[in-house]
């Protein structure tokens, strides 16, 4: 059956591709150039004949075509009807709508014949008789296909998002509807992402400026205690005045930076976390509030944002795969 449907298929790819061509040669057989071109390339008397005989009665021909093609139509019809192929009866001719509309013998519907020709090459492609993604013709169109859907594509989401840039601007409210419908619902897993981001890259910058930031910390702890009026009059007690005064700085020194390192250290801590939940759920309740205005500082970081995604939507991709 598969076979015989292949037969079918091919017997009336042949027809159409026969037709259209008669339909085009009958078309431009009107015009007097075409005529003249014939009477000197073939002879006065082909062309005589084929008006009396074929041009003048042409309509009755093409119903002969019509008539075949509207004979495949019924039996492919009763064919799904016998087989249930579809869900309901009537939906063959609405799902091969092209073959219908190709059955009219009118001059401005025949052209339609020309898609039975896609969709048996669809068919055919299904049963892996043919491959045209393989054809030279098939990737050329894919090509231009490809480049003016992303220039169509392209065009509609710059557009978009140049309306939703102006309805940002043009809108109330807008920060306060961000916090309220976008932040605050992720509130938690904000806070608990930006805790973990700032606890490692403290943990991360303290490791590499540690050195530094203890040599930093004992200048300024011996300058501090060297402009101090009581560690200067424990340095004038004799004898044990000056080893008191360096015992003290030494002391200082170690505790301030073994504190700044607890602190480091401490940030994985849930009572840091707490803390930057508390300062977060301050801010955004401060923000939230109806009596503050509105600083346009969300409105301008969404825009901003817009306007880094319309940049790359411009960016011509097409031209780039080319290369």
Known sequence: MQRLGLIIDLSMVALVIINLIWLVFDSLFEFEGVQSLLSLSIGPAFVSW??????????????????????ELLASWAYAIRHKTYSHWMAYPFIHWYDVLGCIPVGSLRALRILRLFAVLVRLQKMGVIDYTQWSLYQLFQGWYNIALEELSDRIAVKILEGVQKELYEGDDLERKVIAQVVMPRKDMLIDSLSEKLAVTTKDIYADTKSDLETYIKQIVGQAMHENTEIGLIEKLPMFGTGIGKLLDHTVTDIVCKSIENAVDSLDHPQFKRIVSEVADAL?????????????VVTDAIADLLEVVKSEIRIQRWKEAKV
């Open 50 to 71: 084929y008006d009396e005989t074929i041009h003048q009665w042409f309509i009755f021909y093409d119903l002969g075509f019509v008539a075949i093609f509207l004979t």
């Open 284 to 296: 955004l309740e401060s923000a939230g509030k109806d009596d503050d205005q509105p600083t346009g």
